[in-house]
């Protein structure tokens, strides 16, 4: 079996294929948008979706030319979270690439895809405590399995990595701000020069979560009272000549002002997301694995303290290669390897005497709010079992106004499944191509 992957949540198109019997990453090729962004200081979503229609066809070309469309036996896409109009790109070639090749379409969370990304060169391990860090989420969990992962903290506003981006933004140093401000940091570092003093974020809370959009003020107070700076800043942000831009930024780069700044950005964001981790720790000493996933987690202090924390507290970390921490398709395509083990974990658990069906509805939120309700066929109840309801373990059924899942025939006449030879599998393959088909009233099952 081999997994086509494709990634199109923000400004990466990606795309990758995995060998699932033995989770070997075959290919992997990426387009970054960065460049077209940049002079925005931030992702355009309009620019965004254009760049991805031209851009996945050309990876798509890419693939096709060393390998061979028919070998493919899923299409893996990440479904959410992201900019809508990115998610539609991917989501549209790949639901067209699994009708046209009549293979089992996979909708993968981008989230999940970013923890699996350690696993692409190493084995799985579990259960596993993350740090979640990237542009659009700060998260602290805790993932026992592919369908069991619990958030135990976040941030109450901005993102970890977002608050780089701003910071780079208001210096007019362009986007993304992460490995800019990293980068300067670090030179303040080597260069001896003092870090700005800015606050560490809820210090006296009790709670785990994070925050930094505080800190993000307090970063822009700072670069208000530095003239020079401000006003080498302002000139870069406004400047329509490239090459004038260019020369401003060199200026920034260069300054020890802007480099002290960035040290104490750093510092605090740092600071604040370890001492939240190890608030964690000191109450949760079970879980003997501890990882940081997510484009952030490429920074340079917060991999040094992660490092010492584990350290401190007896536990073993894992990050993910460098290429692997930002967005990328392979990820994608090891997480959705998971979700196919997953689901063949929950088939055996289907032959027997069992009565609970578990279906991952995990990519139906807007699908299932146009179903009233669903029936299974005879073939697929013949089999011993009744299919009693959908339950999901974080009850997201509810959350999402999922209709229950009846166990009568063709109840309403809407939507019915008609499962062939192996019931479970058909099952759940039908349930796939309810999810790829949203707001079609009109499906027919295969
Ligand atoms: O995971 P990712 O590639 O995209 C999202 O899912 O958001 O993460 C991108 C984020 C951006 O905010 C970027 O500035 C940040 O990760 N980032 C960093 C570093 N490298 C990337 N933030 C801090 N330090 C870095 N070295
Ligand atoms: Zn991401």
């Not at 980068?183 to 003093?197: D, F, Y």
Request: some cysteine; proline content about 3%.
């Amino acid at each position: 079996m081999r997994i086509l992957s494709i990634e199109s949540s923000c400004d990466d198109s990606a795309m990758a294929y995995t060998d699932s019997t033995n989770a070997k990453l075959l290919w992997h090729e990426k387009i970054s948008q960065e460049s077209a962004h940049s002079q925005y200081g931030g992702v355009v979503p309009e620019l965004a979706s254009r760049l991805f229609a031209r851009d996945l066809v050309q990876l798509l070309e890419s693939f096709k030319r060393q390998f061979d469309l028919h070998d493919i036996s899923h299409i893996a896409v990440t479904y959410e979270p992201g900019l809508s109009t990115s998610l539609l790109e991917g989501m549209m070639m790949a639901k067209a690439l699994a009708l046209s090749l009549r293979v089992p379409l996979l909708g993968i969370n981008h989230l999940k895809g970013h923890i699996y990304s350690l696993f692409i060169e190493q084995e799985a391990v579990f259960p596993l405590c993350v740090l979640l860090v990237s542009g659009g989420h700060t998260l602290l969990l805790e993932c026992y399995d592919y369908n069991d992962m619990r958030v135990i903290a976040k941030t109450l506003d901005d993102s970890f990595g977002e608050c780089y981006d701003k910071a780079a933004k208001m210096l007019g140093l362009g986007y993304p701000g992460g490995i800019i401000i990293d980068s300067l940091a670090q030179h303040a570092m080597n260069e001896g020069i003092t870090p700005v003093r800015l606050p560490i974020p809820l210090m006296n809370n009790p709670t785990c979560d994070m925050s930094f959009s505080g800190l993000k003020n307090a970063f822009r107070l700072q670069l208000e009272s530095c003239d020079t700076l401000r006003e080498l800043a302002q000139k870069a942000q406004k400047e329509q000549s490239q090459s004038a831009k260019k020369a401003y930024q060199e200026q920034i780069l260069q300054s020890s002002e802007a480099k002290a700044l960035a040290a104490g950005l750093q510092e605090s964001a740092t600071t604040h997301v370890i001492q939240k981790c190890r608030k964690y720790f000191k109450n949760q000493r079970a879980i003997k694995h501890f990882a940081i996933v997510g484009g952030a987690s490429a920074n340079t202090m917060l991999r040094a303290k992660a490092e010492g924390l584990c350290r401190e507290f007896g536990r073993e970390l894992l990050v993910s290669p460098l290429r692997y921490c930002s967005d990328n398709a392979a990820m994608i395509g090891r997480a959705a390897l998971a979700k196919i083990e997953y689901e063949l974990r929950v088939e055996s658990q289907l032959e027997g005497e069992s009565l609970k069906v578990q279906v991952d509805l995990e990519n139906g939120c807007e699908a299932w709010q146009n179903v009233s309700a669903i029936a299974l066929d005879n073939s697929f109840c013949d089999k011993g079992m009744q299919a009693q309801k959908i339950q999901r373990e974080d009850n997201s059924c509810a959350q999402h106004n999922i209709p229950p899942l009846h166990n009568t025939q063709h109840h309403n006449n809407q939507y019915h499944a008609t499962p062939h030879k192996s019931h479970a599998k058909s099952a759940f393959g039908n349930l796939f191509a309810l999810e790829i088909s949203p707001r079609n009233t009109e499906i027919e099952w295969k």
